[in-house]
């Protein structure tokens, strides 16, 4: 059995009006099997992996079994799917099984991902790919090993099933934790619910407030600033994400969370060569959600979560909007400072009046040589250690453009233990390459899960210089390059 310190607790979510979830029976699958269980955050959060890995365990992570007193429940919300209005979305294949503690304290969510159908399902299946919850694995665990706030992964179950996506695959459910899955499209559900009174709004509020920001409870304007700080938390957030060179994909107001936590790894990539305007989504034709755009995105669904919580900013529609836009023009600065600020520290650079426009340059200068993200700025970063600069300048050996910025960077940084110290900080050695991905899966799909195991180590400790990963550092040949990434539903 679990042990009682580390059971599950019902869901708080479940204290929210009714509106907001369905009670969901079970969907068992035929013959749940561990595929991988994430030991090391087991280990960080204090839980026994022996507990977590017995029969019990296995059929409650499989959706066979619910845990004592904790029925499972599929949550409402609404959304914008680019940009288009979409009233009633929900968990279309998603169970909250109930809370649990980490290490501090915390209270974490824990939702089956591919656990079978909601009323939310929308005529889909409500199950998962193996691949698919694989990659939400490598995707969430890079990002946790880069220090990015963003759900986990604890467990992937295989189901001992077949489903049908382009072809047959094995099913899988997923484990994912998240300090809260309420997002945006949640506001925009009990908005669109209440719009007279403003009730479920207003418990959704405080739910998030209790559970998230407690301390905005004891505050004259905590609405407001829980607005605030959601603004700010997703300005960062988004900053963080484009300073390591990461796509989402698929940023629709239901994909963003009012925990400031990435969630949703669905077509989401990593770039190789700089190309701001990229975007991977199979579906995402007119690159909405490219990288150069993700700003703009979330200042758009932010918006949308500040027309939800009108009702609360004021006591009349003058206050509430003047309210709301204070609240939303913090997001471009607060963008805008982290942005600058990670590439000081990615280039070694002192904030100084040269250092913006170089900064600019530097960007416009990647972009037009195509350099590749990462390597770019870890070569730069061996540079600054003392090494030559052969490697470096490799990634573009026959353009003068590179060498004439080095000759400029020299000029201008003035490189101290200290701006070393922040650049190896900021920039990483590996990150979750496209390429080394889909070999990763492709070996897991034959039942090979070496590939998987190695890529997960590896991203797990993304900032040391290790020689038996060197090879995960390779940016793709031509022939490996992923250029369209899928949603796995």
Known sequence: MIDADHALRPAAFRNLPSQFYAEIPLSPVAAPAWVWRNTRLMAQWGLDPAAWSGDDALAMLAGNALPDNSPAIATAYAGHQYANWVPLLGDGRALLLGDIADGNGTLHEVQLKGSGPTPFSRMGDGRATLPAMLREVLVSEAMAGLGIPTTRSLAVVGTGEKIIRERFEDGAVLTRLARSHIRVGSFQFAASQDSENAQLVRALADHAIARLYPALTETPDPYGDFLDTVVLDQA????????????????????????????????????????????????????????????????????????????????????????????????????????????????????????????????????????????????????????????????????????????????????????????????????????????????ANTGDLAPFERLVKALADPFTDRADIADLEVPPEPQEEVTQTFCGT
């Open 236 to 443: 960062e957030l988004i900053a963080r994400w484009m300073l390591i060179g990461f796509v989402h994909g698929v940023m629709n107001s239901d994909n963003m969370t009012i925990s400031g936590e990435t969630i949703d790894y669905g077509p989401c990539a990593f770039l190789d060569s700089f190309i701001p305007g990229k975007s991977f989504s199979s579906i995402d034709r007119g690159g909405r959600y490219a990288w150069s755009n993700q700003p703009t995105i979330g200042l758009w669904n932010l918006t949308r979560l500040a027309e939800s919580l009108l009702p609360l900013l004021g006591s009349d529609e003058t206050s509430q909007i003047e309210r709301a836009k204070r609240a939303l023009d913090r997001f471009v600065p607060t963008f805008e400072d982290a942005f600058a600020a990670g590439l000081h520290a990615k280039l070694g650079l002192v904030d100084g009046p040269q250092t913006a426009e170089f900064v600019q340059k530097t960007l416009a200068m990647m972009a037009s040589e195509r350099l590749d993200f990462t390597l770019f700025f870890r070569r730069l970063t061996q540079v600054a250690g003392g090494q030559d600069a052969v490697a470096l300048l490799s990634l573009s050996p026959q353009s003068d453009v590179l060498k004439q910025w080095l000759s400029d960077w020299r000029n201008l940084a003035a490189i101290s233990q200290e701006s070393l110290a922040a650049m190896r900080a900021a920039n990483p050695v590996i990150i979750a390459r496209n390429h080394q991905v889909e070999k990763a899966l492709q070996a």
